[in-house]
């Protein structure tokens, strides 16, 4: 006699599925939504990170802008106190020269500011 063997449908191991509850899905979908926040958060972080060092280096670099700039106008007003007579014009002529072409740029880049 020749029988077939008979095939079960489901697999083997049914006992290790969680059944398709709305419990079930919810709690599915709320660990999938915390795994996609945790990646998101990683890159925010990483993203953080970077910023906040570009910012310290701008803030570093303009620091040391502040020092030099400062430590030339001073090293050039102990200069010009060796030309009384026409020492004196050159500090205001050069802030006059300075807000001119801070206008000019300003009308050039931006002339709806």
């Known amino acids: 006699m020749d029988t077939q063997p008979t095939v079960n ?5 049914v006992s ?3 059944e398709q509850t709305p419990a079930n899905l919810q709690r599915r979908r709320r660990d999938d939504h915390r795994s996609i926040w945790h990646a ?18 701008v803030a570093v670099l303009f620091q040391h802008a502040l020092h030099f700039v400062e430590t030339g106008r001073t090293s050039l007003l102990q200069w010009l ?7 004196w014009t050159i500090l205001p002529l050069l802030a006059a020269a300075g807000a001119g072409f801070a206008s000019w740029l300003t009308a050039r880049v931006a002339p709806t500011a």
């Open 9 to 13: 449908p489901q697999p083997a191991d």
């Open 16 to 18: 290790s599925r969680p």
């Open 40 to 57: 998101h958060r990683r890159l925010q972080f990483a993203r953080a990170v970077l910023v906040g060092l570009g910012a310290g280096t």
């Open 81 to 87: 106190h060796g030309y009384p007579l026409w020492g």
